[in-house]
């Protein structure tokens, strides 16, 4: 598997999308490598054809790709663990019913398997029934301590925190750091994230101590006449990153 040194060294990483192998390189670039750039699985009608064309991405780019399932979608989580096997990508998304098929068929500890939690409105407390049939039913609520463990227990690396809505869910983001940063976990704020409110949603990680934590930063940041990810916005994310980080 080829990686790049970057994302695995470093303490943050850009999540970004990429509409086209060409909108990729931009970002690439224009993050000087310190991003994953997100592919959805949900925008292919099959394995086969979403292996195929991310291949073209993971070539062009270093293989700093991320399989994604599409706002969240947990029907896409089974289609994300095939042809994350095929593809040994360097991140993967996934609900949190699904990070250990992702690992398991992964077969190695090497990718970065986010699991998706979700704002319950009390701080503290965290859904984890973010899966294809317990999605459905009443929320699994759980204390966000015992979520990072039942993660880590999967395979997981990180907690994909979705939807924040910006700074809707402040309070519940900062505990979320700190367990994070207490068991030695990955975090991953998703979800209203733009460059006004960027630098303060990054800070709180940071502050905390979290080891490596990928914002992911989309439709704001996205030209609406084209859908492609603006390299210029991806740059000036880049440039609050070195503020705060050095």
Same mark, same amino acid.
């Given at each position: 598997?080829?990686?790049?040194?970057?994302?695995?060294?470093d303490?943050?990483? @850009?999540?970004?999308?990429?509409?086209? /192998?060409? +909108?990729?390189?931009?970002?690439?670039?224009?993050?000087? *490598?310190? !991003?994953? =750039?997100?592919?959805?699985?949900?925008?292919?009608?099959?394995?086969?054809?979403?292996?195929?064309?991310?291949?073209?991405?993971?070539?062009?780019?270093?293989?700093?790709?991320?399989?994604?399932?599409?706002?969240?979608?947990?029907?896409?989580?089974?289609?994300?663990?095939?042809?994350s096997?095929?593809?040994?990508?360097?991140?993967?998304?996934q609900?949190?019913?699904?990070?250990?098929?992702?690992?398991? @068929?992964?077969?190695?500890?090497?990718? /970065?398997? +986010?699991?998706?939690?979700?704002?319950?409105?009390?701080? *503290?407390? !965290?859904? =984890?029934s973010?899966?294809?049939?317990?999605?459905?039913?009443?929320?699994?609520?759980?204390?966000?301590?015992?979520?990072?463990?039942?993660?880590?227990?999967?395979?997981?690396?990180?907690?994909?925190?979705?939807?924040?809505?910006g700074?809707?869910?402040?309070?519940?983001?900062?505990?979320?750091?700190?367990?994070?940063?207490?068991?030695?976990?990955?975090?991953?704020?998703?979800?209203?994230?733009?460059l006004?409110?960027?630098?303060?949603?990054?800070k709180?990680?940071?502050?905390?101590?979290?080891?490596?934590?990928?914002?992911?930063?989309?439709?704001?940041?996205?030209?609406?006449?084209?859908?492609?990810?603006?390299?210029?916005?991806?740059?000036?994310?880049?440039?609050?990153?070195?503020?705060?980080?050095?």
């Amino acid at each position: 598997m080829q990686l790049s040194p970057k994302y695995y060294k470093d303490r943050v990483c @850009l999540n970004v999308l990429a509409n086209s /192998v060409e +909108n990729a390189k931009e970002i690439y670039d224009a993050a000087e *490598g310190y !991003v994953v =750039v997100g592919v959805l699985s949900k925008n292919y009608p099959d394995n086969a054809s979403a292996i195929e064309d991310m291949k073209k991405y993971a070539a062009a780019i270093n293989n700093a790709i991320s399989v994604g399932l599409g706002a969240g979608d947990p029907n896409q989580s089974k289609m994300v663990s095939e042809i994350s096997a095929k593809l040994q990508p360097q991140h993967i998304n996934q609900v949190f019913t699904g990070v250990a098929t992702s690992r398991a @068929l992964v077969g190695q500890n090497e990718t /970065v398997i +986010n699991g998706l939690i979700s704002p319950t409105g009390k701080v *503290g407390l !965290v859904k =984890v029934s973010t899966g294809p049939l317990s999605s459905k039913r009443p929320d699994g609520v759980v204390p966000t301590e015992t979520a990072i463990a039942m993660l880590k227990d999967m395979g997981c690396s990180s907690a994909k925190f979705f939807s924040m809505d910006g700074l809707k869910y402040q309070a519940e983001y900062e505990h979320l750091a700190k367990a994070c940063f207490e068991q030695d976990f990955y975090l991953e704020p998703t979800g209203g994230i733009d460059l006004n409110n960027y630098e303060t949603i990054l800070k709180i990680g940071l502050d905390a101590g979290v080891k490596k934590i990928i914002p992911h930063i989309y439709s704001s940041i996205i030209d609406k006449a084209t859908g492609k990810t603006r390299p210029e916005d991806v740059r000036k994310l880049l440039e609050i990153t070195k503020k705060l980080v050095g």
